[in-house]
């Protein structure tokens, strides 16, 4: 990422958290009290996260990637008890473990006010790849040809090209652009058991996310796609569509 680039994207993030926090505020109050009484237990959710990519390490044969970590911080919309017998795995659209008032703060992604912290301390962009748990991330890595290189000098963002983009679960909407390409992406291999699988989802993700990384390599190209990204994200949370 050249200069400009930075400094506009640092100034653009704190100024956006700055005003988000300023704007959205009086409403931790509400969604916490709303959390704590539709499954009472902790508000927040703090997980570890995946950021850029740092590099590669050589390990038993194998290439793993590594990536910085950092603690992102969500208003909780599962059950308390959620992963208990899962240990970590992606929620689905229609997850069980979402309680009620959950359901709405996802759908309105209001559950992820809590990361413009994240935006204000450096950790996180306003724009950018979602991040994953490392967890989870290495092995989508390691099934999914480049899928490292989304985070390759590029902060995990609260929204993203993809999530304005695409669907909950990562699926092109119908008749879009991007479904055209969804019969080489889906189930390239044709087999059975891994249909639906969460790899098919995130390699249409991944078009996005490498779209966006590219937009960064001028200053014009990063204005043009920050600001549509960032006034695109208010009407999908509107519409309740998206991820």
Do not use: H
């Amino acid at each position: 990422m050249i200069r400009s680039v930075q400094l506009a994207k640092r100034a653009i993030d704190l100024v956006g958290s700055t005003v988000g926090l300023a704007l959205l505020g009086p409403l931790v109050p509400v969604i916490a009290a709303c959390v704590y009484i539709d499954d009472p237990g902790p508000i927040f959710y703090r997980q570890r996260r995946a950021g850029i990519l740092k590099g590669f390490e050589d390990k038993d044969g194998y290439v793993y990637p590594i990536f910085e970590e950092f603690d992102m911080f969500k208003f909780r919309s599962m059950r308390v008890d959620a992963e208990k017998f899962t240990g970590a795995v992606l929620a689905s659209e229609d997850d069980p473990r979402i309680t009620r008032v959950g359901k709405i703060l996802r759908k309105t992604r209001l559950d992820e006010l809590p990361q413009l912290f994240n935006i204000w301390k450096g950790e996180m962009s306003l724009v950018g790849p979602r991040p994953e748990r490392p967890e989870l991330l290495v092995n989508l890595a390691m099934a999914i040809p480049f899928f490292e290189e989304r985070m390759r000098d590029v902060k995990p963002g609260l929204t993203g090209l993809a999530q304005v983009s695409l669907g909950y679960t990562g699926r092109a909407f119908m008749g879009s652009e991007a479904s055209k390409f969804e019969g080489s992406l889906l189930n390239p291999f044709d087999l059975p058991e891994t249909e639906g699988s969460t790899a098919d989802d995130m390699r249409m993700k991944l078009l996005f996310d490498l779209a966006y990384a590219a937009a960064l390599e001028s200053l014009g190209s990063f204005l043009r796609m920050e600001l549509s990204v960032i006034f695109r994200t208010p009407w999908v949370m509107m519409k309740g569509v998206g991820r």
